[in-house]
């Protein structure tokens, strides 16, 4: 029987080096078929990132990042080192990119260690403030929701008080506190500590700074210790406890010592139902700031707005209500003029803008000028006069719509006509600045007086009105058409 002969590694790597040389000697001699000689593609698709705390958002985001085995959009070809030696390929290493050093088994162990403190007794027996790392949190930590089972809740069922979490936001929270040195801005999760008696308080804080969260779930139950608010921070921070290799941070805990179920549901409601959102103005004109750099169009709109309310060479420097708080002087908010402002200059405008050569910030401000120069009794808020009763002729305040909402977001919406069509009216910018000064200057005829017999003002408030009074205006500009009347005409 013939002997058979197994290659060794080094010999196999030989006879790949030799193959690859085989295979750059055909290249040089035009002898390589031409699918050896294009290169081999490799595509990928990164996972997509949503923002943080969004539940329609974060429903729709991937919360596993794609591999070749997982990801279809992924190509990655595999080839064995007897595979090259066949077919004169060898394999490609894998691209690297922005890598981190891998952590040594040490270090592993290091950031990974479990910490258990108790940080402070704010009232003896009643309240303290803890800080665990997240995986002695979810260990040691229960969440009452409506399909687990409380033992002490009063329902038949024993069902708890919260809505299930949603795990698809979890990804998202653990890469937000990952970030940089955003682990250092865990806000403190409430938790509920049901013991009741002040031995047991005592026995619960030596077992607990010990670490022996075992010993505590045998003593005082599994449910011992429950998650009031904070579920999802839990949830999002184990997760990245778990994903990222160097995360390990110590979360505050605030805990209440001695609730019972219906105290923990009537904390959580308080919590949840009574506390007030920031306003979108206030979050908004916050992320002009947060964002700047950003080209997105959602950026820029917020600048352009910005730039409006706050500059000292726009018409709306000082009218503007910059925080959302209830104020009759300023009745457009910053979160108003800036849908208004996406709603006059999309995407496709300022890039027809910037492409003839106008910043749209200058633009938006020219225009609003214009408006407030043909419409200037209404813009200054000018009083009627009028005879008092004793014949002496005295000033009476007039309420106009012009800087309320729906005026706002129904002239930004005509600005847009007006600004695609000034576009298009000649190839200079004197062309362009005359031919919005044509159209805006047909908006003198505007009564934006508010009151019930002015048809001018018959649409209702804010962004619900919109439509109504743009389609007014846009006739009186487009079709010389007023309410009832034909202006050219005079009929």
């Known amino acids: 029987m013939a002997k058979t002969n197994t290659l060794t590694r080094g010999q196999k790597a030989a006879a790949t080096r030799a193959a690859n040389k085989a295979k750059a000697e055909a290249a ?6 031409v699918s050896e000689l294009l290169p081999r593609t490799r595509t990928t698709t990164a996972p997509a990132v949503k923002p943080m705390f969004s539940d329609k958002d974060e429903a729709k985001a991937n919360i596993t990042a794609p591999t070749p085995e997982n990801d279809p959009t992924t190509e990655v070809p595999y080839v064995t080192e007897a595979d090259a030696a066949d077919t004169h390929l060898t394999p490609e290493p894998e691209e690297k990119v922005d890598e981190k050093p891998a952590l040594s088994a040490e270090e592993k162990a290091k950031i990974k260690k479990r910490k258990i403190a108790l940080a402070a007794h704010i009232v003896p027996g009643k309240v ?15 969440v009452s929701t409506y399909s687990s089972t409380d033992e002490q809740s009063s329902s038949p069922r024993q069902h708890g008080y919260q809505r299930e979490p949603v795990e698809q936001r979890f990804p998202s929270i653990g ?8 682990r250092h801005l865990i806000t403190p999760i ?22 022996d969260i075992r010993t505590i779930h045998q003593e005082f139950g599994r449910n011992v ?6 579920q999802h921070r839990k949830g999002g921070l184990f997760w990245a406890w778990e994903n990222i290799e160097d995360f390990n941070a110590d979360v505050p805990i605030m805990a209440f010592y001695g609730l019972h179920y219906a105290d923990e549901a009537n904390l959580f409601d308080d919590i949840n139902t009574n506390q007030r959102k920031l306003p979108k103005a206030l979050i908004e004109s916050t992320k002009v700031h947060m964002e700047a750099g950003e080209k997105s169009h959602a950026q820029v709109i917020r600048e352009i707005a910005f730039a409006l309310a706050q500059d000292g060479d726009s018409v709306w420097h000082g009218l503007v209500n910059m925080t959302g708080a209830r104020d009759p002087e300023k009745p457009v ?26 910043r749209p910030e200058d633009v938006a401000k020219k225009y609003w000028a214009l408006v407030a120069k043909v419409s200037a009794k209404a813009w200054n808020n000018v009083p009627r006069l009028v005879s008092n009763d004793e014949g002496e002729t005295v ?43 044509d ?21 209702s408030a804010g962004f619900a009105g919109m439509g109504v009074l743009y389609d007014m205006l846009y006739k009186l500009v487009y079709l010389d058409q007023a309410p009832g009347v034909h202006i050219s005409s005079g009929e």
């Open 28 to 33: 040089s001699t035009g002898t390589a078929s």
């Open 225 to 230: 210790v429950s998650v009031v608010d904070g």
């Open 128 to 142: 303290a403030m803890l800080t665990l790392t997240p995986d002695a949190l979810q260990e040691l930590a229960f």
């Open 439 to 459: 159209m805006v200057t047909r908006l003198g005829a505007v009564d934006w007086e508010k009151q019930p017999r002015n048809p001018w003002m018959a649409s």
């Open 175 to 182: 890469r937000y506190y990952a970030k940089d040195d955003n």
């Open 333 to 358: 908010t910053y979160e108003g003029l800036r849908r208004s402002t996406g709603n006059m200059l999309n995407d496709r405008l300022i890039n027809r803008l910037e492409a003839r050569g106008f």
């Open 395 to 437: 000033e009476e305040p007039v309420k106009y719509r012009i800087k309320d909402l729906v005026g706002v977001a129904a002239l930004s919406r005509l600005g847009h006509d007006i600004l695609t069509s000034a576009l298009e009216a000649g190839k200079t910018e004197d062309d362009f600045n005359s031919a919005v000064a």
């Open 190 to 211: 409430i938790v509920s500590v049901r013991i009741y008696k002040p031995e047991d308080h005592v026995k619960f804080n030596q077992l607990l700074v010990k670490g």
